[in-house]
């Protein structure tokens, strides 16, 4: 296997703009740091608001000769992409793990399940229709197109960095799109890697381009003010998309928001409670809980709420932590010591509250922002840990007696992206369905993503899909020709329709 400094060797340092890699102007870089160590293991170039000017003008310069390429040879270079990805799979595991701090197994996980959006999309690029179809008054016809919206910016954060990539440039560049790419600053190489990789496969100059930065707010303003662009997506917290979604207001832009979670997780007394616990094991821990799918609030019928959380007790007692490319280990550090410091806070205001702490809760005395697996029984109503985003591996657990508390329970928040629902009684689980307000929900399932699958929120978690049929339609726009093509003579059809 590589070994970490021969894999960061070979990751790009500079941006990426009309198919060169190139330094950011006057040389301004930033640095990224190991979270399981602190220390610097790249230094990478810095954009500026003028870096910005140039990548949104080779996407412009770009955008009409890669709309009018053929969609077969879109979707060849996603499949070339999705080979050159699987090919390359122990190094950008690897790579994530360094930059980004979880667990070697699930950055490999990662990669299965980013590579496969490039896969999906490479399929999807030839499967672009519209319609053809007579007028009801049969005045003419009606031909519908759909055509690919324009320069896109895609910016993505910093937990899944491969994954949110592929996610958003695959669905670009398979409707035939254009794009600027902004990763987050805390952890930009696995997608700087992934651009060199597009590269690898042929994507011409000027397609995608990838700008890193220390000082995220003057360039996304400057590209998303420039008249040019026409689409926007973002994942990240609803604070920095309501603010965004401010920006594009002003250029009418195409935009999609995957924005913050408040998952419930909700146990009913009737539910296998092996099954239970492994789904909340994975809802709650996958990716060190840095996940905006991840179970926040546990829910639990009182009835088994002791026998649950003894057994999740045990269970999360027994993880290990520790650096990512250490065997066995389940929970790595998170992701800078402000993570570490918001899950404390969260724990110790739940604590104060009245909340009982039956593991974990305990900052290490360690290098590293390190935070242990956490669990807390007995939270209550105005706990903050019920409130807000979690982003940790601390599980709360909440009692309740009926279903329609359950469901109160659950819906009492601004967010609104995933639940989890765990029954063996259908009709129950079929009611939550239709009753939790969420876009999506888990049943008896802990982990539901996948790139056949469309993933959006309602309410304060976001606005469209990405994945599945309806991840490309994001990056396109519906064109309407309407021609008179009749044996019937102008003057017919106009007396049959003034409006024209």
């Not at 790009?12 to 950011?24: E, F, K, M, N």
């Not at 290098?367 to 007995?378: D, E, K």
């Amino acid at each position: 296997m590589i070994s970490e400094a021969e894999l960061l060797a070979k990751v790009p340092r500079g941006l990426y703009i009309d198919g060169t890699w190139v330094d950011a102007e006057g040389g301004a870089t930033m640095t990224v740091n190991d979270p399981s160590t602190g220390e610097i293991i790249a230094e990478i170039a810095s954009a500026s608001v003028a870096d910005a000017k140039k990548a949104m003008d080779a996407a412009a310069n770009a955008q009409a000769s890669w709309a009018a390429t053929a969609p077969r040879v879109r979707g060849e270079l996603l499949r070339k992409a999705f080979e050159l990805v699987i090919e390359r799979a122990d190094e950008f595991a690897l790579l994530m793990t360094i930059e980004m701090g979880k667990p070697l197994a699930e950055s490999r996980g990662e990669v299965t399940y980013g590579a496969e959006f490039l896969r999906w999309f490479s399929e999807e690029a030839v499967r672009i229709t519209g319609r053809f179809g007579e007028n009801p008054e049969g005045t003419g016809h009606i031909v519908v197109s759909h055509q690919p919206v324009g320069p896109s910016f895609l910016i993505t954060p910093w937990n899944f960095p491969l994954a949110m990539a592929t996610r958003k440039i695959a669905p670009a560049i398979a409707a035939g799109c254009t794009s600027i790419i902004k990763p987050a600053a805390l952890t930009p190489l696995t997608t700087m890697y992934f651009v060199k990789t597009l590269e690898d496969a042929g994507v011409p100059a000027g397609v995608v381009n990838v700008v890193t930065t220390a000082k995220s707010g003057p360039l996304s303003a400057e590209i998303i003010g420039d008249p040019r662009l026409r689409k926007l997506s973002f994942t990240g917290s609803t604070e920095v998309g309501r603010m965004l979604m401010k920006q594009a207001a002003d250029g009418i832009l195409r935009t999609s928001m995957e924005l913050g979670g408040n998952a419930p997780f909700v146990v009913f007394a009737d539910a296998d409670l092996d099954k239970a616990v492994d789904g909340v094991m994975l809802a709650k821990f996958r990716n060190i809980g840095q996940a905006c799918t991840a179970a926040n609030r546990i829910l639990v019928q009182r009835d088994v709420v002791d026998e649950f959380s003894r057994r999740v007790t045990e269970r999360v007692a027994a993880m290990k932590m520790g650096r990512g490319t250490e065997e066995g280990v389940q929970i790595g550090p998170l992701v800078d010591d402000n993570a570490v410091q918001t899950s404390h806070e969260l724990v110790q205001d739940a604590v104060a509250r009245g909340a009982t702490v039956t593991t974990g809760g305990v900052i290490p005395d360690r290098a590293g922002s390190f935070y242990p697996a956490t669990v807390i029984t007995g939270v209550t109503a105005g706990t903050r840990l019920l409130a807000e985003e979690i982003f940790g591996p601390v599980l709360a657990i909440v009692p309740f007696d009926t279903e329609d508390e359950a469901v109160e329970l659950a819906n009492a928040t601004e967010y609104g992206l995933i639940s989890y629902v765990y029954t063996s009684d259908l009709n129950r689980g079929m009611r939550m369905i239709d009753r939790l307000e969420t876009g999506m929900m888990g049943l008896n399932a802990g982990v539901i993503s996948n790139a056949a699958a469309p993933f959006g929120g309602v309410k304060q978690s976001g606005i469209g899909r990405e994945g599945s049929f309806e991840g490309i339609d994001e990056y396109l726009t519906t064109k309407l020709f309407r021609g008179v093509l009749s044996s019937r003579s102008s003057a017919e059809v106009e007396r049959a329709n003034p409006e024209g």
